[in-house]
């Protein structure tokens, strides 16, 4: 793949509509690389570094991680060699300052965007979502209370470690994460909307139902469908 067919897409929706479910998919469709700044900042917080630290502030009151550290550890994601065919970059931006800095540092690489994919999922879907999630506190297997449990309750299936729920998984932070995204996340896809990079996909439905919805619009836009 030559650069200038490397497919670079932005993947965006609220908290728990399943971006880090479809990149993975279209890491494997496209043969590009996901790119999640949770999966970044999370690993952060289990080595206890001090941007760590202070994300995990930040992400257990429910609000968003500032601009100058996103942008700083994407920027140097970006530029690495596994990203040369392409990338989904997944959490990121989420404000009209980081896409503002997305497109600055785009056109300094000569990484054109391929598109913007918004998922929409409505806030009580989110909820449901996000509040039954668990996760394994010694492998980091994920489960889900009501859509995929664990054998035994409260144990991993696969290591047998303690299951938690992430102290940004309760009710009342779910609540304030989505009214931070409310404000100001989702004018970011109006923000690609006004420069025809936007591609909207309905996030209510099958896994696979959704994927391949995103996938056929996708085709279109780079010319194979």
């Known amino acids: 793949m030559t650069a200038g067919s490397a497919i670079r897409l932005i993947l965006m929706g609220p908290p728990g509509c399943g971006k880090g479910t479809q990149a993975k998919m279209l890491e494997e469709r496209f043969g590009i690389v996901h790119?999640?700044?949770?999966?970044?900042?999370?690993?952060?917080?289990?080595?206890?570094?001090?941007?760590?630290?202070?994300?995990?502030?930040?992400?257990?009151?429910?609000?968003?991680?500032?601009?100058?550290?996103?942008?700083?550890?994407?920027?140097?994601?970006v530029r690495s060699d596994d990203c040369a065919n392409g990338y989904i970059l997944d959490g990121f931006p989420r404000t009209l300052v980081q896409a503002a800095a997305l497109d600055r540092m785009m056109a300094e690489m000569s990484q054109p965007l391929t598109a913007a994919v918004a998922l929409a999922v409505p806030d009580d879907e989110v909820v449901r979502r996000l509040a039954?999630?668990?996760?394994?506190?010694?492998?980091?297997?994920?489960?889900?209370?009501?859509?995929?449990?664990?054998?035994?309750?409260?144990?991993?299936?696969?290591?047998?470690?303690?299951l938690?729920?992430?102290?940004?998984?309760?009710?009342?932070?779910?609540?304030?994460?989505?009214?931070?995204?409310?404000?100001?996340?989702?004018?970011?896809?109006?923000?690609?909307?006004?420069?025809?990079?936007?591609i909207e996909v309905q996030?209510?439905?099958?896994?696979?139902?959704?994927?391949?919805?995103?996938?056929?619009?996708?085709?279109?836009?780079i010319g194979n469908g």
Do not use: W
């Not at 449990?149 to 991993?156: A, R």
């Open 35 to 77: 790119l999640s700044t949770g999966d970044i900042l999370r690993a952060a917080v289990r080595e206890d570094t001090e941007v760590g630290t202070k994300a995990k502030a930040i992400m257990d009151r429910g609000e968003l991680v500032p601009d100058d550290i996103i942008v700083g550890v994407m920027k140097d994601r």
């Open 164 to 198: 938690y729920r992430r102290d940004d998984d309760n009710e009342e932070t779910i609540r304030q994460r989505l009214a931070v995204y409310h404000e100001q996340t989702a004018p970011v896809i109006e923000y690609y909307r006004e420069r025809n990079s936007l």
């Open 132 to 162: 039954g999630r668990r996760q394994c506190s010694k492998c980091d297997a994920g489960y889900h209370v009501e859509f995929n449990p664990s054998s035994k309750d409260g144990v991993c299936d696969t290591c047998g470690g303690a």
């Open 203 to 221: 996030g209510v439905g099958s896994i696979e139902e959704i994927f391949e919805s995103m996938c056929s619009l996708i085709d279109r836009r």
